[in-house]
């Protein structure tokens, strides 16, 4: 199997794993590209993304672009054989599509056709799926449209949030991306047109972390796992956010109204369009994330107990 000349194109830490493989396999990584420095925290230090700190203690050059247009030259010069996207955050166009030898791959997280987009595994929690898995495919230039070299199957637990299925899905998307390499490297990948229903997974905003506790627990729970990490489930609470970092269906509770909040055995309930939800982990506005029962123990007299 001939060595492979690999540009790597990715940003967060779901593409670190990926990127790991490919520099432990005998193919040569020859640049990164990566998104560029952002500020983070509270004091908005600029820091790089997970896969450029990966990239540069390798030593591998990187080369940091929001956009691919202004470096597309840059590129191209490299002569790579192959383009390999895992989550980078921005789309390739002609020239630069074409101009590896083998083109492009991509690692996309979710089952295609289903869930094509920015959020695939927001979006399948979300929506009740059942199962997921990862899809190695062939760059084209509709949106995660192109021919898919191999999928794998991967059940969704019950109390899976987005961020620990992601980060399950990266792991074991890693060693399937790199597989896919090889047999490209050898002449033997063969990819199929997708086939199915086409399903879209747009980027999750604010609004969509919103919680209907009218709606069915287990509704609202699989929003409140889909939004988990980011960008966060929340209510409102006398007129102010308030973030529910951990919850779980409270089965055989008695019901309460959608929205009551009700201590039970020391556990914190609230109610919703059908069984009660328990909350674990609360962050009311202006303050940092705390078991339930330490912000229920500490409310004043008088505190509001409807959640809406």
């Given at each position: 199997?001939?060595a ?10 779901a ?10 396999s005998?193919?040569?990584?020859v640049a990164?590209?990566t998104r560029?420095?952002?500020p983070?925290?509270r ?5 790089p993304t997970?896969?450029a700190?990966?990239?540069e ?5 990187v080369?940091r672009?929001n956009?691919?247009?202004p470096?597309?030259?840059q590129l191209?010069a490299l002569?790579?054989?192959l383009?390999v996207?895992?989550a980078?955050g ?5 020239p630069?599509?074409s101009?590896p030898r ?6 996309h997280f979710?089952?295609l ?5 920015a959020?695939?595994?927001q ?14 495919f062939?760059?084209v230039?509709e949106?995660?449209?192109?021919p898919?070299?191999?999928l794998?199957?991967?059940?969704i ?10 980060d399950e899905?990266a792991e074991?998307?890693?060693g399937q ?9 050898a002449?033997?990948?063969?990819a199929?047109e997708?086939v199915?229903?086409?399903t879209?997974?747009?980027k999750?905003?604010l609004a969509?972390?919103r ?7 287990a509704?609202v729970d699989?929003r ?5 990490p980011?960008?966060?489930a929340?209510v409102?609470l006398d ?6 970092r951990e919850a779980?269906?409270?089965?055989d509770?008695p019901p309460?109204?959608?929205g009551r909040?009700?201590e039970r055995?020391?556990?914190v309930?609230v109610g919703?369009?059908d069984?009660?939800?328990e909350?674990l ?6 303050r940092?994330?705390?078991p339930?029962?330490d912000w229920w123990?500490?409310?004043g007299p008088?505190?509001?107990d409807?959640l809406s």
């Amino acid at each position: 199997m001939p060595a492979l000349r690999l540009i790597f194109a990715g940003s967060p830490a779901a593409a670190v794993p990926s990127l790991r493989r490919l520099l432990d396999s005998p193919h040569e990584v020859v640049a990164v590209v990566t998104r560029e420095d952002a500020p983070q925290g509270r004091k908005r230090v600029l820091t790089p993304t997970p896969v450029a700190e990966l990239a540069e203690s390798a030593g591998v050059p990187v080369i940091r672009a929001n956009r691919l247009e202004p470096v597309t030259e840059q590129l191209l010069a490299l002569e790579a054989d192959l383009g390999v996207v895992v989550a980078y955050g921005g789309l390739i166009r002609e020239p630069l599509l074409s101009g590896p030898r083998l083109g492009w791959i991509n690692l996309h997280f979710s089952l295609l056709p289903r869930w094509r987009g920015a959020a695939p595994v927001q979006r399948a929690l979300i929506a009740g799926d059942t199962e997921t898995g990862t899809a190695v495919f062939r760059l084209v230039e509709e949106l995660d449209a192109g021919p898919v070299f191999d999928l794998e199957r991967h059940a969704i637990g019950r109390v899976a949030t987005a961020g620990r299925l992601l980060d399950e899905l990266a792991e074991s998307g890693a060693g399937q991306l790199a597989r896919v390499v090889d047999e490209l490297a050898a002449g033997t990948a063969t990819a199929r047109e997708q086939v199915g229903e086409v399903t879209l997974a747009p980027k999750l905003t604010l609004a969509d972390g919103r919680l209907d506790l009218g709606r069915p627990a287990a509704e609202v729970d699989a929003r409140l796992r889909g939004v988990t990490p980011e960008p966060g489930a929340w209510v409102e609470l006398d007129g102010e956010r308030f973030k529910i970092r951990e919850a779980r269906l409270a089965h055989d509770a008695p019901p309460l109204d959608p929205g009551r909040l009700a201590e039970r055995g020391g556990a914190v309930q609230v109610g919703t369009g059908d069984m009660p939800l328990e909350l674990l982990v609360v962050q009311p506005a202006g303050r940092t994330a705390m078991p339930a029962p330490d912000w229920w123990r500490g409310r004043g007299p008088g505190a509001p107990d409807r959640l809406s």
